[in-house]
């Protein structure tokens, strides 16, 4: 067990949010957050790495309580991909060593040079490393945020949507990326997503939001017509085509 | 600066190169702020060469010079540079806190609360006089106390924005308007001000408007220069916080940053250092918007460079404004903030045509 969310309750004013959120997640565990538009799924992963502080609740890193780390400690331990990127004048190689923010003292290290390097020779992105990063194309930009939160050598990595943008080979490759590295450095990546269909393909563990709660949570076996049809209110089929299980909604 | 596809193996070294090209840039703006500076010294009614200063400079010059060098172009030299750097600093990292690229001492109200400050203490604290023996017609019997009033309605438009910020909550989008109104209020104010006052009066705020780096006493000088120096140690130290904060505000907190103390901070310490060079210097426009623009333009958005480029590039910009509005048609020296604001304008617009084209 790597990351342990217990009781988690979260209210913006007095519109509540999030309510008693309870979910565990192991090494080498890839955890998809599926659920309606505005069931909170942004919302929980924001909560787990404290850019919202939930009201009630316990989120724990490898044993170590995260209400009682400061920003730069929970940073060393979580890297966050958000919803929106927003591209600066800055090269590739400078977004993805600005992951090692959380590790910096007062500069940068050889160190530092050779993990962003190794990082974007890992995500193929050595072709546009001095390119400016609001020259790119969807799709290379995330990968350069993706490469980003990797250089921060996080135990836990949370990803909002990091799919929603990109054409289908993007979409395969972010996503083989992100397992791969969650398998080999065995730590644990939580993922927003839409499309069911990616989530069943790369994903070992699911939690359904419903209703500001968990729906169902499990391995592949909760994605069942049932269930998905009481969350998304849509009637589907779960087949498997050329042995890849594929949600067809009805 | 310029892309190109690059051998894998190198890519280290390659982008030690790219950072190490921007360190060169600095450095040759360094020198070129110190030949600006000793032309500078040289331009004027008396004409110096560049030997004769050197010379006087290591104290081998001729007594005349050293009067001319030490009392009268050196200090304005030299007030040039710290009133640029700090004016200029201020405003880069302004428009990085606020993720604003119209944030400036102007848009944030300073600069009015300033003016405002001074009308204020020329007319209803009655320190401006009428003065028949001089060529000014104007004379303003106690700077000093022009200055405080200036200081303390800038650091009022301060209070504002910073008290909105970290109790109300206001967004940084929010905290530009707050701005804009609060300009708007002290300008209402400022004319009101001029509608009651007589004619002498008036005129003794408009000077006071016009921003002239003459203006300061060694001492004034010394004292903006330590202040300017304190904040841009301050910003370098946060330099990674900067760049974090320009990949989104959601993405700096993911990376340990506390965002909103970042914004306090930065907005504090930029706005006491305009506030302070306005209330000694008077009002001098668009250095604060020009430097760092034409900065990120050069070398880039990335703060460990673009603080200290950004600071070396407003001394440059505002000596040689100052060095051209004082040789322009001499012997009149033009007021420098006119001379910043007509050349910064075009210069600004052609800035926005070639970097905010839409793609």
């Known amino acids: ?250 | 600066m310029k892309q190109k596809t690059i051998q894998p193996e190198d890519m280290p070294g390659n982008y030690l190169k790219y950072t190490g090209r921007k360190t060169i840039v600095i450095i040759i703006l360094v020198a070129l702020v110190g030949g600006m500076g000793i032309f500078a010294i040289c331009a004027g009614s008396a004409e110096l060469t560049p030997g004769q200063v050197v010379m006087t400079l290591l104290g081998k010059g001729s007594e005349n010079f050293e009067i001319v060098i030490w009392n009268i172009r050196l200090p304005r030299v030299i007030a040039a540079i710290v009133a640029g750097a700090g004016l200029s600093v201020a405003g880069c990292v302004m428009q990085n806190i606020l993720r604003n690229p119209l944030a400036d001492s102007f848009t944030l109200g300073i600069s009015q609360g300033a003016a405002f400050g001074a009308a204020f203490a020329i007319v209803i604290l009655g320190v401006g006089t009428v003065q028949t023996s001089s060529t000014d017609a104007v004379l303003i019997n106690n700077p000093y106390l022009v200055t405080i009033s200036a200081f303390v309605f800038s650091m009022v438009a301060t209070t504002v924005i910073l008290f909105l910020s970290s109790f109300v909550g206001v967004t940084p989008e929010g905290m530009i308007l707050a701005g804009v109104a609060l300009g708007s209020l002290f300008t209402a104010a400022t004319t009101l001000i001029q509608y009651f006052a007589e004619d002498v009066k008036i005129a003794a705020i408009v000077f006071w408007t016009f921003g002239d780096l003459g203006r300061a006493s060694w001492r004034d000088t010394g004292l903006i220069g330590a202040l300017v120096l304190l904040a841009v140690i301050y910003f370098m130290l946060h330099r990674w916080d900067y760049n974090a904060l320009a990949s989104g505000e959601e993405t700096a907190k993911g990376l340990g940053v506390d965002v909103h103390r970042l914004r306090l901070g930065g907005m504090a310490i930029s706005s006491l250092i305009s506030a302070v060079a306005v209330a000694f210097l008077g009002i001098i426009g668009f250095i604060g918007l020009v430097a760092p623009h034409m900065m990120r333009r050069f070398i880039g958005g990335d703060h460990r460079f673009l603080i200290p480029g950004a600071t070396i590039m407003g001394c440059l910009l505002l000596l040689a404004a100052d060095t051209l509005a004082r040789t322009i048609i001499k012997p009149i020296i033009l007021p420098v903030g006119a001379v910043t604001s007509f050349l910064g304008a075009p210069l600004f617009l052609y800035l926005l045509s070639r970097g905010f084209k839409r793609k």
């Open chain 1, 1 to 250: 067990m790597i990351l342990s969310v217990d009781g988690v309750v979260f209210r913006y004013a007095s519109h509540l949010v999030l309510n008693k959120i309870k979910f565990e997640v192991g090494r080498g565990d890839c955890l998809a957050i599926l659920g309606t538009n505005g069931v909170g799924k942004s919302t929980l992963l924001k909560c787990i790495n404290r850019i919202l502080k939930p009201q009630q609740g316990v989120i724990s890193i490898e044993k170590g309580e995260l209400s009682k780390l400061n920003r730069r400690e929970i940073a060393q331990k979580i890297g966050y991909v958000s919803q929106r990127q927003e591209g600066d004048r800055f090269t590739v190689f400078d977004a993805v060593i600005l992951g090692r923010k959380p590790h910096i003292t007062w500069n940068i290290t050889d160190r530092d040079i050779q993990i962003a390097n190794r990082i974007i020779k890992m995500l193929d992105l050595e072709p546009f490393s001095l390119r400016y990063i609001d020259e790119l194309s969807g799709g290379e930009l995330q990968k350069v945020v993706i490469a980003r939160a990797l250089a921060q050598e996080p135990r836990v990595l949370l990803l909002d949507e990091p799919t929603s943008n990109l054409d289908l080979k993007n979409q395969l490759d972010v996503l083989k990326i992100i397992t791969k590295i969650v398998e080999e450095q065995q730590i644990a990546a939580l993922v927003t997503m839409h499309d069911l269909n990616l989530a069943i393909r790369f994903a070992n563990k699911f939690i359904l939001l419903k209703e500001r709660t968990i729906f169902a949570a499990g391995g592949a076996e909760v994605i069942t017509p049932d269930n998905i049809e009481k969350v998304y209110a849509v009637p589907v089929a779960v087949e498997s085509f050329q042995s890849i299980p594929v949600v067809v909604p009805l």
